[in-house]
Nanobody, 119 residues
Framework: QVQLVESGGGSVQPGGSLRLSCAASGSIFSINDMGWHRQAPGKQRELVAAITLGGSTNYANSVKGRFTISRDNAKKTVYLQMNSLKPEDTAVYYC?????????????WGQGTQVTVSS
């Protein structure tokens, strides 16, 4: 059974930093895209950042210049470095890992980790 286990969430003051990690365990192979999504109370889940197998990255406009996504393929792990955090970054953050392509693709989700930015 495949599991994505997130860590690194917590509470921080505005302007602070957090680093989220998400490690995959179980029989998961040929991971291509990895990403981070978030969902704030009363809002839809949104893509925060994504990274391809080749290392190309994509960010939501709201986090550009503040967040950095990276990955370690050997460890099947994706990271999200979050700097200059704002109260509006408060949300549950979910990691994703996609395997396969086209009709054969499947996206795994983590269980979510809470990030709270408050003074």
């Amino acid at each position: 059974q495949v599991q994505l286990v997130e860590s690194g969430g917590g509470s921080v003051q505005p302007g602070g930093s957090l680093r989220l990690s998400c490690a995959a365990s179980g029989s998961i192979f040929s991971i291509n895209d990895m990403g981070w999504h978030r969902q704030a109370p009363g809002k839809q889940r949104e893509l925060v950042a994504a990274i391809t197998l080749g290392g190309s990255t994509n960010y939501a406009n709201s986090v550009k210049g503040r967040f950095t996504i990276s990955r370690d393929n050997a460890k099947k792990t994706v990271y999200l470095q979050m700097n200059s955090l704002k109260p509006e970054d408060t949300a549950v953050y979910y990691c994703t890992m996609k395997t396969g392509y086209g009709f054969g693709s499947y996206t795994y989700w983590g269980q979510g980790t809470q990030v709270t930015v408050s003074s």
